[in-house]
Structures are given as structure tokens and as C-alpha cells.
């Protein structure tokens, strides 16, 4: 029986990385403004459903760029119609309308896609891989792989870049980076582009080993949103972790216990986690100034 752990656990690790992609997205908003976005399952659903709809024209490896740049511009409308006014006003009313346009969203991609579940062609041939003791398929290892690429790709932009040393300068202090010169309105906005971006991008990598449709997003964003505070909101690294954590113990459970109480073990987890570190396993004890 435990034979067969090296392929549960190939399985665990994939889906634990859209886990940790979406929570990398709630992280990258979160530490520049303090908000999120909750209608992050829309723009990884609308993500998945624009490339199944460009597959067939650019192909698959070809749609991933238009996919992520839609997801930008509907980051960047995200941020400007329903953060930046509640952000300018002090209030917390970027929690209803995120929600809000996300029900938007959610409702126009059910009139142009339709309610039903509809299958995404995978670009990859569905034959099993055997890597050691493990039957791997194809789309496991580039879900990894992509997940992983892109991450390490915005970590390099906020070590390497200008720009992203104004990301990290705001998310350190938002005050001070503003008195340096820094547009702090303009890194808001771009983080919940990047945010929305990344989220179509794991719609477009999750979609051929599952169904498109306008609602998949919805589970796949509560468990990264679950991954994010594991790890903590403030730490890209714990993003990573928190979705690896929650993903392995799912797929374990699932095989060697049941599907039925593979949601269970991830969140007791989380809940034992969170007693002893509130801030999550990487993030930063908050500190109030006095």
C-alpha cells in the first residue's frame, strides 16, 4: 500500500502549488495595502475559461501570456473601481466590493461560457511518466514546474528591479515609501494586477486535469486563502509552504483514508498552527505603535 505514496504524494505537490500560487496572489496585495482581493476565484475561473477559448486559435502555450494579461486588467479594474475608493475613505468597504465584482464577473462569464462544466484539451499527451517508483502525468510535472517559474519570477522582479524594489519598499512602509518619491497608489495597483494575473495563470494550468466553468474557482482560492494564512499573509515563502502543506495532506488522506475527509486534516492544521503562531508559520508578529 505505501508503494503508491511517492505518486500520492507527485499529486499532493501539484495541487498544493495552485494552492500556494493563489496564495502568493492574496500575499502580494496584502503586504502593499493591507486588503485582498475575494473575488480572487473569478479571475482564476474567467483565467481558465479565456484560454479555453483561445486554445483552439494561439493554441495552448500561446494563450498563457493574453490569459495572464487579461488577468492584470482585471486586477487593475479590481483595484481602482473597489479598493483604491474604500482605501482613500479609511474604511473597510473594499471587503464588500471585491466580493461584489467578483459576483459580476462571475455572472457575465456564466452568460458568455454557460452554467455547465465544459473540458480544457490538454496540451500534453496523457500518458503516465515513470520517474523512480512513481507513475507521474505529464500535466502534474508542468503544473509544479509552472507554478514554480512564475514565483520565482516575481521574486527575482522584487530582488532585481527597480520596481520591484518599490514593491518591497511599500510593503515595508507605506508612509516612508511615499516620502522617498515613491508612487505608493501606482505599486497598490500594480500588486493586485500581478494578484489576478497569477490567478488566471493557475486557472490555465489547473483546467486540463479538471472541468472550466465559471464556479471552479471557488474551492481552489478558499484553500490558497487557507495556505496564505498558514503561512503567513506577509511571507511569500509561507505562501509557497502553506499550499504544499495543504495540498499533500488532502491527496494522503483522500488515498489512505477517504475522499470524504480529505478537507478535514489540511484545516487541523491550520487551526493548530494558528494557536501557537497567529501570524502564520513565516509571518511577521505584528507590532502596534505606541
Known amino acids: 500500500m505505501f508503494e503508491l505514496l511517492p505518486q500520492v504524494l507527485v499529486s499532493g505537490v501539484s495541487l498544493g502549488m495552485i494552492y500556494g500560487l493563489v496564495a502568493f496572489g492574496y500575499q502580494l496585495t496584502y503586504v502593499t495595502s493591507k486588503t485582498v482581493n475575494f473575488g480572487q476565484a473569478e479571475a482564476l475561473a474567467v483565467g481558465a475559461l479565456v484560454g479555453l477559448s483561445l486554445?483552439?486559435?494561439?493554441?495552448y502555450w500561446m494563450a498563457i501570456p493574453v490569459v495572464m494579461m487579461f488577468g492584470a486588467l482585471y486586477g487593475a479594474a479590481v483595484e481602482r473601481i473597489a479598493v483604491r475608493p474604500a482605501l482613500r475613505a479609511g474604511t473597510e468597504g473594499w471587503i464588500l466590493s471585491t466580493i461584489a465584482l467578483g459576483i459580476i464577473m462571475k455572472n457575465v462569464a456564466e452568460n458568455i461560457w454557460g452554467k455547465e462544466d465544459l473540458p480544457f484539451p490538454s496540451p500534453l499527451p496523457p500518458v503516465p511518466l515513470s520517474i523512480a517508483s512513481a507513475y507521474v502525468m505529464p500535466m502534474e510535472i508542468l503544473i509544479v514546474a509552472g507554478a514554480l517559474v512564475l514565483m520565482l519570477a516575481i521574486e527575482a522582479l522584487n530582488r532585481l528591479t527597480l520596481i520591484g524594489k518599490a514593491f518591497v519598499a511599500t510593503a515595508d512602509d507605506r508612509d516612508a515609501a511615499s516620502?522617498?518619491?515613491i508612487s505608493t497608489r501606482a505599486v497598490i495597483a500594480g500588486s493586485f494586477a500581478v494578484s489576478c494575473s497569477s490567478a488566471a495563470y493557475a486557472g490555465i494550468l489547473i483546467a486540463p486535469v479538471t472541468l472550466t466553468g465559471a464556479s471552479m474557482?471557488?474551492?481552489?482560492?478558499l484553500k490558497g486563502f487557507a495556505a496564505a494564512i498558514l503561512g503567513g499573509l506577509t511571507s511569500g515563502v509561507g505562501a509557497l509552504v502553506g499550499g504544499l502543506v495543504i495540498g499533500v495532506a488532502e491527496a494522503v488522506t483522500a488515498f489512505y483514508v477517504s475522499t470524504g475527509y480529505k478537507e478535514i486534516p489540511g484545516l487541523v492544521i491550520l487551526l493548530i498552527a494558528?494557536?501557537?503562531r497567529p501570524e502564520g508559520l513565516f509571518g511577521k508578529p505584528l507590532s502596534k505603535k505606541v
Open 55 to 59: 486554445q483552439p486559435i494561439l493554441g
Open 179 to 181: 516620502l522617498m518619491g
Open 217 to 221: 474557482g471557488l474551492v481552489l482560492v
Open 274 to 276: 494558528l494557536a501557537f
